[in-house]
Each structure stands twice: as C-alpha cells, then as structure tokens.
C-alpha cells in the first residue's frame, strides 16, 4: 500500500488548511485510516483516525477544530482555526484489515508539514 499525502503549508494562527492522503497498490490490506502528527523534539502522536465504516477519533487537542472524513481509499483531514502548536509534520496512516501475507501491520504515508504562524 502507497499512502501519498499532500496539503501542508504555512498559515497564520486562526486559519486553516486541508490535507489529503490518497492509498494506492493492495488496498484490501487496509481499513482504519488517521492522520499523526510529530513535532520538533516530540513524540509522534495521534491527531484522528477513521474506520473504514466511518466512525471517528480524535485527539482532545483538536476536538472541535479538526475533521476527519474520508471517500473510499482517500482521507482528508480539514483543520480549523489553526494553532501555533498545531506546527508539527503529519503523517498519514493506514492500519492492516486483512490476514493476508502479503499485507505487513501499518502503512505511513511520506509526512507533510504543516506551519503555523502567530
């Protein structure tokens, strides 16, 4: 599975931006699909994630600011009234469904940064 992740940039505080990871290759290796994100000297973490069904995940963090949906293999993550903490790179993530071999545990997409300006 390829995880291809596109959309960061620089954005003042308060604005917004929206990422997007398309999967691509063995997509039936895959159901749960989130986005993490790492900033400099931190721990990668867990921004929201998506089952193949729908049901939703966030991280308290981003409650109410970020949204997470998703069209079949791609993920989108719209992020609102940006913080200057929410600076970090995020990562796009894809998490095995399927007990095949030829399928390995999780997929991480390339990351993308994302910059936010007070």
């Known amino acids: 599975v390829q995880l291809q992740a596109s959309g960061g940039g620089l954005v003042q505080a308060g604005g917004s931006l929206r990422l997007s990871c398309a999967a691509s290759g063995l997509i039936f290796c895959i159901d749960d699909m989130g986005w993490y994100r790492q900033a400099p000297g931190k721990q990668r973490e867990l921004v929201a994630d998506?089952?193949?069904?729908?049901s939703t995940d966030y991280a308290d963090s981003v409650k109410g600011r970020f949204a997470i949906s998703r069209d079949k293999n791609t993920v989108y993550l719209q992020m609102n009234s940006l913080k200057p903490e929410d600076t970090a790179v995020y990562y796009c993530?894809?998490?095995?469904?399927?007990?095949?071999?030829?399928?390995?545990?999780?997929?991480w997409g390339q990351g993308t940064l994302v910059t936010v300006s007070s």
């Open positions: 998506i089952t193949g069904d729908g």
């Open positions: 993530n894809a998490q095995r469904s399927s007990t095949s071999a030829m399928c390995r545990n999780e997929y």
